[in-house]
């Protein structure tokens, strides 16, 4: 499962590298609102919180149907400028229909409220019922709120903006400038990558889920997604954040430039695990033999043979079980003398919830 990115013959000149303050407000919003998903910046979001007057954060509740369970794209700016304010004028320049469609889709985190068959859910009936079902499956407040973007665009238009810059006022302004350096400085050292040592390089360093199409003619995303994109007439752009870890969002609506936001300042602690991994490890737990043979080896090493004898099963029985636990990196195997030995990987099996939970989120 991946989002593919067709960017088949383009040049260097086509990828942007560039940080987003907007896109970084919409992550740190995201981050406010849900913070149990984002341990590492608990720090930061305890000492935001303590500083945002009560009446700013029930607006930014209010409004949490753009950056709560999944990120608005109208927050991943594909041609970021170098303030807020800059950015926020560009939307303004969008009619009212381009603004709500916009506000509406969210292909950054795998859903797309608005299906590319439907018209503007201001002019079309059944584009609108999905856009309001979508906003219902959420909660009242969110159905709220996109019934409140339909039907008076203009002022929706407006009190948006204003929370925005009062966000930016009140918290995000401190916080940007403490980022703003580092985030252009990894902009730059990506546009060196890519002229030094090519795309491959360049997408290894941006995220280990970012990778090169065998074929040398797609971006491959590895998330929980089946989506295809095109570059082809755009241009990517790539955006390091401060803020967005343990996120990868990719904007991949059609008709759009495709934008990969990734976290740029995070350190974390061991390696991303691809989802095939995750999904690896998941399927060899899923059968009862399995977990039976695991429950004695989890005890001490244990050979074939002393599995097969302790739960009653033939030895090839036992060695294909033990072969799909290795296979997913459960297991590791060592030989003594006439034997092998099976114990239990126990890092890998530590981190299973942890990987579970970032494939699922990223």
């Known amino acids: 499962m991946s989002v593919s990115i067709d960017v088949s013959g383009m040049t260097e000149d086509r990828y942007l590298f560039a940080p987003s303050p907007l896109a970084e407000l919409g992550s740190a919003l995201h981050l406010l609102v849900e913070p149990a998903h984002h341990a590492q910046q608990a720090g930061w979001i305890t000492a935001a919180g303590a500083q945002i007057d009560p009446d700013l954060m029930d607006r930014i509740i209010t409004a949490d149907y753009l950056w709560r369970t999944s990120r608005s794209d109208m927050l991943l700016p594909a041609h970021p400028r170098q303030t807020l304010v800059e950015e926020l004028d560009v939307l303004d320049e969008l009619d009212d229909e381009s603004w709500v469609r916009t506000a509406l889709m ?72 403490r980022v703003a350096g580092r985030l252009a400085g990894d902009a730059r050292h990506k546009r060196d990558l890519l002229a030094r040592h090519g795309l491959e ?47 990868l969002l990719v904007v991949h609506a059609p008709g759009l430039r495709p934008v990969i936001s990734y976290p740029a300042l995070a350190t974390p602690s061991e390696p991303s695990v691809s989802v095939a991994a995750v999904q690896d490890r998941l399927h060899a737990l899923d059968h009862p033999v ?57 890092a890998a099996n530590a981190r299973l919830g942890t990987d579970l939970i970032e494939a699922l989120l990223r």
């Open 201 to 247: 390089r360049t997408l290894a360093a941006v995220s280990p889920a970012v990778t090169l199409s065998a074929s040398g003619g797609h971006i491959v995303v590895d998330k929980l997604q089946d989506r295809t994109a095109s570059a082809l007439g755009t241009g990517l752009t790539f955006m390091p954040s401060a803020f967005s870890h343990p996120h």
């Open 290 to 346: 399995r977990l039976r043979l695991l429950r004695s080896i989890a005890r001490g090493p244990q050979t074939t043979a002393q599995l097969a004898d302790a739960w009653l099963l033939t030895p090839p029985e036992v060695s294909r079980h033990l072969a799909v636990l290795k296979n997913a990196g459960i297991l590791t195997s060592s030989r003594r003398g006439r034997y092998v030995s099976y114990e239990l990987d126990l």
């Open 106 to 177: 969210t292909s950054s985190c795998g859903v797309v409220p608005l299906r590319d068959d439907l018209g503007s859910p201001m002019t079309d009936d059944a584009a609108r019922q999905v856009a309001r079902e979508r906003a219902a499956a959420r909660g009242g407040r969110q159905l709220d709120f996109v019934d409140y973007l339909l039907t008076d665009p203009p002022t929706a238009r407006s009190w948006l903006r204003r929370l925005l810059e009062d966000c930016a006022t009140g918290f995000f302004n401190a916080a940007w400038r």
